[in-house]
């Protein structure tokens, strides 16, 4: 491991209960890279997402930042430790504009109540605080965005509102999961190339189902199944590894990746 991986776990074992959910479990995020992680339904995909971000107690295994080994982040210690993630489902509010709903991302993850705290701000710290928002909804491709009402938006408008939310506070690692779900292909090419530009910014990790989608973007992927990494390389090799192929589809014989793209 070196100083140019921004994340890397290793050994990570969650269980609920006496269900195994992720059994020793390791991934690398290199700096400036956009990281997949794939898998069929219930491989825990998700919890490894929740590990990273405080949701569930972890069992046992170790994170590291940038070649640092730290204990696993609480939520609200997210924002310290330069982790960001979408929060899928919470709305955009309506009483304020597409800009205030992302000055709020600066606070929403470090578990202070932000309402108060964006209302609270001196003019110079709002003032502060509002060209971040910029900042960020221009990374976005957003910006054009920025005076509207969230009830004007198109779904589409809304994902690149999410992912200002989580920039505004400036992370070292963005995690996103299933950011693609409802697009239409010509919106989810517009989101690759859009990913692809934020990571000269800042890495990112995705968990997706659209196969190819991450085929498009990832410098490396992560197959799970069952709770345990089963490959990992670039997406070309893995689609093509026997234990994936086996995993999506039940038997190991089938080659080809045309049949990744029913899962
Ligand atoms: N908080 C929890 N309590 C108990 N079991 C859980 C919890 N979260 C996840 N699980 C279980 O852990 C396993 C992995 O779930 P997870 O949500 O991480 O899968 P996933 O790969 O994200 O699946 P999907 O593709 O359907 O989103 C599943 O068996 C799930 O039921
Ligand atoms: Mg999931």
Not at 67 to 91: C, D, F, H, M, N
Not at 177 to 200: C, W
Not at 232 to 257: E, W
Request: glycine share 10%; charged share 20%; net charge neutral.
């Amino acid at each position: 491991m070196t100083v140019h991986t921004t994340l890397s776990v290793s050994h990570l074992t969650v269980k609920f209960g006496g269900l195994v959910a992720l059994d020793d479990v390791y991934l690398e995020v290199p700096s400036n890279s956009i990281v997949g992680l794939i898998g069929p339904n219930g491989a825990g995909k998700t919890t490894v997402f929740n590990s990273i971000s405080g949701l569930v107690p972890v069992t046992s295994g170790e994170i590291a930042i940038y070649g640092k080994s730290v204990g696993w982040p609480k939520s609200y210690e997210l924002a310290a430790y330069g982790i960001a993630r979408t929060l899928q489902g919470v709305g955009l509010f309506n009483g304020l504009s597409v800009i205030e709903n992302v000055m709020m991302g600066a606070n929403s993850q470090s578990g202070s109540n932000f309402i108060k705290d964006l209302f609270g701000l001196s003019g110079q710290a709002e003032k502060k605080l509002r060209r971040r928002a910029e900042d960020a909804l221009a990374w976005a491709g957003a910006l054009v965005l920025a005076d509207k009402n969230p009830s004007e938006l198109t779904y589409p408008e809304t994902k690149r509102i999410s992912i200002a939310r989580a920039l505004v506070m400036e992370p070292k690692i963005l995690l996103l999961d299933e950011p693609a779900a409802g697009l239409g292909q010509d919106d989810i090419d517009k989101f690759a190339e859009l990913l692809k530009q934020l990571k000269r910014k800042c890495s990112i990790m995705i968990v997706e189902h659209h196969v190819d989608f991450i085929g498009q973007i990832s410098d490396r992927v992560y197959v799970l199944n069952f709770g345990k990494v089963i490959a990992s390389g670039s997406f070309d090799s893995v689609k093509r590894d026997p234990a994936v192929l086996a995993a999506y589809l039940g038997t190991s014989h089938q080659t080809g990746n045309e049949h990744l793209g029913g899962f």
